[in-house]
């Protein structure tokens, strides 16, 4: 019953739509193109996977800190800033920089 009442108030939606165990649930891919790219460390692999993971419908970026993403690959942020950089020398990353400290990641090979 109790559940019932959450549903039809609606807020039960709205705690899913806004939590990150909506991420926990489904799967993401990584292209072939990366996959079998012999230039690119295993921390990339993992970074590229866990930025397509923050991907929303319809975008082509996402904006995840460097410790979200760090949290998410088991790996240090300075790993995950060194992956980024190499993502991005190779062309499949492009980062926007703001100076207030959040990024934009758009993802240059779509999932």
């Known amino acids: 019953m109790e559940s019932e009442k959450w549903n039809k108030s609606g807020l039960l939606k709205k705690y899913i739509r806004n939590s990150p165990m909506k ?3 489904g799967f993401s891919i990584i292209p072939t193109q990366i996959l079998m790219d ?3 460390s295993r921390s990339c692999l993992i970074v590229f996977w866990v930025l397509t993971v923050h ?3 319809g975008k082509r970026f996402c904006f995840p800190s460097t410790a979200t993403i760090a949290k998410e690959a088991h790996s240090s942020r300075p790993t995950v800033i060194k992956a980024i950089k190499e993502l991005e020398q ?3 990353l492009e980062v926007e920089r703001s100076s207030g400290g959040v990024s934009k990641y758009y993802l240059k090979v779509l999932v």
């Open 55 to 57: 991907i929303f419908r």
């Open 38 to 40: 012999e230039r690119l």
């Open 90 to 92: 190779y062309g499949y």
């Open 23 to 25: 991420w926990k649930m």
